[in-house]
């Protein structure tokens, strides 16, 4: 199986920017995906990036690939207390949709 | 529309009962995924269905049931389920079984059991 790790807590204060962070350890993993959860709701789909780009921006949102070091991140510009939620990263190793999720950060943004 | 529907949004059980979750999606998905999340704990997969196949089954106990009677219904059976199975329910579609499709997310059924 492959192992997903991120940082339980983060806390910003609204308008600064936001960066969280995510290690995995398969190198041969394809598609790497970013959602968000909040309170009593699934999963939202934020963003994703392909295992050969290192760098997608979707307006406040930009994810960064290091393969190399398997490094994922997630920066969000001008953070809101909208934005506050549990954000987790996602793994597909095979390159068949079987998703490997990492342990969840929670963001919390501050007034 | 990218829309998953799962009723209901809550259920409360006993033990010795049978109950049904429901999940819905009108997209033209044709994979669909039922995930179990406790508490502060990422989701955990359960089952995949591939064009109303079962695909994958990661050793779920007997007492979970999964059906797919066409490509936009999936549910999932309950009988005799322990105290242990209480968690957050969640579906999820893609377009297919393989890697670029993502997943999208019902809100999930809280599952309660007495």
């Known amino acids: 199986g492959e192992d997903v790790e991120q940082s339980l807590f983060l806390s910003v204060r609204e308008g600064d920017s936001s960066v969280i962070n995510c290690t995995y350890t398969?190198?041969?993993?394809?598609?790497l995906y970013w959602y968000k959860q909040e309170p009593g709701a699934g999963l939202q789909l934020l963003t994703y990036i392909f295992s050969n780009m290192d760098m997608k921006q979707d307006q406040r949102l930009t994810v960064l690939l290091n393969k190399k070091d398997k490094h994922l991140s997630l920066r969000i510009a001008d953070t809101q207390t909208g934005d506050s939620a549990i954000y987790f990263c996602?793994?597909?190793?095979?390159?068949?949709?079987?998703?490997?999720f990492g342990t969840g950060t929670r963001l919390t943004v501050i007034p | 529309d990218t829309e998953v529907t799962q009723t209901p949004k809550h259920l409360v059980m006993g033990m010795t009962n049978k109950k049904s979750l429901k999940c819905e999606q009108h997209?033209?998905?044709?994979?669909m995924y039922w995930y179990k999340q406790k508490a502060k704990k990422p989701p955990e997969l359960m089952f995949v269905y591939s064009y109303e196949k079962l695909s994958i089954n990661e050793s779920v106990p007997s007492r979970f049931s999964p059906e797919c009677p066409n490509s936009s219904l999936l549910n999932l059976h309950l009988h005799a389920l322990q105290p242990e199975d209480s968690a957050l329910y969640l579906c999820?579609?893609?377009?297919?079984?393989?890697?670029?499709?993502?997943?999208?997310f019902g809100d999930g059924t809280r599952l309660s059991i007495l």
């Open positions: 996602a793994v597909d190793q095979t390159g068949a949709n079987n998703l490997f």
């Open positions: 398969d190198s041969s993993s394809t598609y």
């Open positions: 999820a579609s893609s377009q297919e079984l393989k890697g670029g499709q993502p997943q999208h």
């Open positions: 997209m033209g998905h044709r994979a």
